[in-house]
C-alpha cells in the first residue's frame, strides 16, 4: 500500500494505549515470514508496537483471541471481526469495558489464490500488489499489471455490508460505504440450482476430501464451546474417523450452532488446508437467518442473542 497513514495512526494510537496503561495487551497484525501475508500479533512490549501492519493482507479475524487474554485488550477489528467482538459480547464471553476496539475501514481482503490464478504467476515472481480504490495493481518484472479488485478479493469481502466496523473505540481511517457485488453468490447460487441429487454427490466428493483437522473451527472467533459435541463420547454422536458422512454432519452441525452468530468472515473456509469451500454453507445459513429472522449478527451489541431469544412475529407457531 502507498498510502501508510491508516498504520503510522494505528502504531501511535496502540502505542499510547500501552504507555497509559489503559490496555494491558495490543492485538494485530505484522508481517507475516511468507510473501504478502500477515500472522496475528499479540503484545504487551511497547518496543513492538512498530511492527504493526495494516494492509490488503490482514486474513486474520482476531476477535478468535479475546477469550484466551486476561485483562484489558486493545484489538485491531476490520467490519466483520468487529461484528464476531459483537456477537461475543452478546455471548457474555468477553465485557465490553475490558476491550479498546481500534477500528479499520475495509476496502476487502485481497486472495492470493485469486490473484495468481488470475496474473497467471507465483507470489514470489510478483514485486509488488497495490490496492487503489477498484483496481489492485500487481508489479511483475517491473512492469505494472491492473486486475479488477472485484476479481481478487475475498468472496465474503465481496459481500460485505459492513465495510466499517459498527462497533469501535478509534476509528484508523474514513468510513466506508459496502460495495457488494454479485460475484459474492455465485458459489451458493450455482449450488442452489444444482438438482438436490448432483448437490449430494457435490458435498460427498468435497468432504471426501476432509481430514477432520478442525482448522475451520479453530479459526472461528465464535466457535467458543469448551468441548465440542464431536468431542463426546457419551453419547457419541459422530465417530471420531474422518469419512465424508461424518464430516457433513460435522459441518450441518457447526452451521447450525453458529446461526445467528456467523459474521460471513470467511475465516473458515481461509483456513481449510484442502480448500473446501465452506462459506457456500456458512452464507446460506446467514442468508436463511437474515431472511426469516430480520437478523444480522453483531450490528447491535444491546440485542439479545438470536438462539437466545424469541419475539412473537418470528416465524414458526409451532411454539406459540
Not at 126 to 147: K, Q
Not at 196 to 213: A, D, I, M, V
Not at 301 to 307: E, T
Request: proline fraction near 5%; hydrophobic fraction near 35%.
Amino acid at each position: 500500500m502507498k498510502d501508510r497513514s491508516v498504520e503510522q495512526k494505528l502504531r501511535g494510537e496502540a502505542g499510547e494505549l500501552l504507555v497509559a496503561g489503559k490496555v494491558d495487551y495490543i492485538v494485530g497484525f505484522e508481517r507475516g515470514s511468507l510473501k504478502f501475508t500477515t500472522t496475528p500479533l499479540i503484545t504487551k512490549d511497547g518496543n513492538d508496537i512498530n511492527r504493526l501492519v495494516i494492509n490488503p493482507f490482514i486474513t486474520s479475524n482476531l476477535a478468535k483471541f479475546l477469550m484466551e487474554l486476561k485483562g484489558r485488550v486493545g484489538i485491531v477489528a476490520k467490519g466483520c471481526d468487529s461484528r464476531s467482538i459483537v456477537s461475543l459480547i452478546q455471548d457474555n464471553k468477553v465485557i465490553r469495558e475490558n476491550l479498546v476496539i481500534l477500528g479499520v475501514p475495509c476496502s476487502g481482503i485481497i486472495s492470493l489464490h485469486k490473484l495468481e490464478k488470475l496474473a497467471a504467476r507465483d507470489s514470489e515472481e510478483i514485486r509488488d500488489i497495490t490496492r487503489e480504490d477498484d483496481r489492485v495493481i500487481v508489479n511483475i518484472g517491473g512492469e505494472d499489471r491492473e486486475l479488477p479488485a472485484a476479481e481478487v478479493l475475498f468472496d465474503s469481502c465481496l459481500a460485505c455490508e459492513f465495510p466499517t466496523p459498527k462497533e469501535y473505540d478509534i476509528l484508523l481511517g474514513e468510513p466506508r460505504a459496502a460495495t457488494i457485488s454479485q460475484n459474492a453468490w455465485k458459489n451458493v447460487k450455482k449450488l442452489e440450482a444444482l438438482p438436490p441429487e448432483e448437490r449430494w454427490y457435490f458435498w460427498e466428493k468435497e468432504f471426501s476430501r476432509c481430514t477432520r483437522c478442525y482448522a475451520c473451527r479453530n479459526s472461528c472467533p465464535i466457535c467458543f464451546c469448551q468441548q465440542c459435541f464431536v468431542e463426546e463420547t457419551e453419547p457419541q454422536w459422530i465417530a471420531s474417523v474422518p469419512r465424508w458422512q461424518e464430516n457433513f454432519i460435522f459441518q450441518i452441525i457447526r452451521n447450525i450452532h453458529l446461526a445467528g452468530r456467523c459474521t460471513d468472515c470467511g475465516a473458515c473456509e481461509r483456513a481449510c488446508p484442502a480448500n473446501i469451500p465452506l462459506r457456500s454453507l456458512t452464507r446460506k445459513m446467514y442468508d436463511i437467518v437474515d431472511d426469516l429472522y430480520q437478523f444480522k449478527a453483531g450490528t447491535d451489541k444491546g440485542l439479545a442473542p438470536l438462539m437466545a431469544h424469541y419475539e412473537n412475529t418470528d416465524p414458526g407457531d409451532f411454539i406459540r
